[in-house]
């Protein structure tokens, strides 16, 4: 089964406006939360992680809220710009605490920044 | 930043046919890995590779697939025989430790390989 997934296959946003994009897991050994964003025929790369000893992390326009006893970490985003359209992948992690040592991935928010 | 670079970008292959997927992780990393993302599916994790073993492997690693990284040169992945489900974009990663302690992957662009 799907051990993280993404609710919304797409979502549509006005340039300037705020965003949150969702992420449920389902391994309680998960203890990273990272997001990655894709543009097509690119490689993902890392936006933004936290370790699951914090709940909260910042960076610039970018935050990721962890929620531990709900399973759920979400990406908020300020002041969209249309350079954020892009797919955006949520991922998740246990290697400190299960000892193995991959990412798994959701199946992806669509994103687009309308001008 | 670091780059992973994935040859060749796009391959068609017969059924049945070998096909090797070719990988140049990021140059002092040590931890290599291979996604398979089906068209609408989520990227999922095959293999890591450390050290000149396999680490750990999902379902989705077949008996037909095999890695290896000769001599520091390519992080490969071959697949013989080659079948219809395995059709997908592969992509590539690499990590200069493990990912216990936040260490980031570092992925490719992604071979779109078809089999015919």
């Known amino acids: 089964g799907q051990q993280v997934k993404q609710s919304s296959p797409s979502l549509t946003v006005q340039e300037g406006g705020i965003l949150i994009l969702n992420c449920d897991y389902e391994n309680d050994m998960f203890d990273y939360f990272a997001w990655y964003k894709k543009y097509p025929d690119n490689s993902p790369t890392l936006l933004i992680s936290v370790r699951s000893n914090v709940d909260k992390r910042e960076d610039g326009r970018f935050t990721v809220f962890l929620n531990k006893s709900g399973k759920h970490f979400s990406l908020h985003i300020t002041a969209s710009q249309p350079e954020d359209t892009a797919v955006y992948l949520c991922a998740a992690g246990a290697g400190a605490t299960g000892g193995n040592n991959k990412l798994t991935f959701g199946q992806g928010t669509v994103l687009s920044v309308i001008p | 930043g670091p780059k992973v670079l994935q040859i060749p970008s796009h391959q068609i292959i017969d059924m049945g046919q070998m096909v090797t997927l070719n990988c140049d992780p990021v140059s002092n990393h040590l931890y290599f890995y291979w996604y398979k993302q089906i068209l609408g599916q989520q990227m999922e994790f095959l293999v890591n590779?450390?050290?000149?073993?396999?680490?750990?492997k999902s379902k989705l690693f077949k008996d037909q697939f095999s890695v290896e990284r000769p001599d520091g040169s390519y992080f490969t992945l071959k697949i013989q025989p080659t079948a219809l489900e395995d059709s997908a974009v592969y992509f590539c990663?690499?990590?200069?430790?493990?990912?216990?302690?936040?260490?980031?992957?570092?992925f490719g662009s992604g071979t779109r390989l078809t089999v015919l």
């Open positions: 590779f450390y050290n000149g073993k396999v680490m750990e």
């Open positions: 990663a690499s990590s200069l430790i493990r990912l216990g302690g936040g260490e980031t992957l570092y």
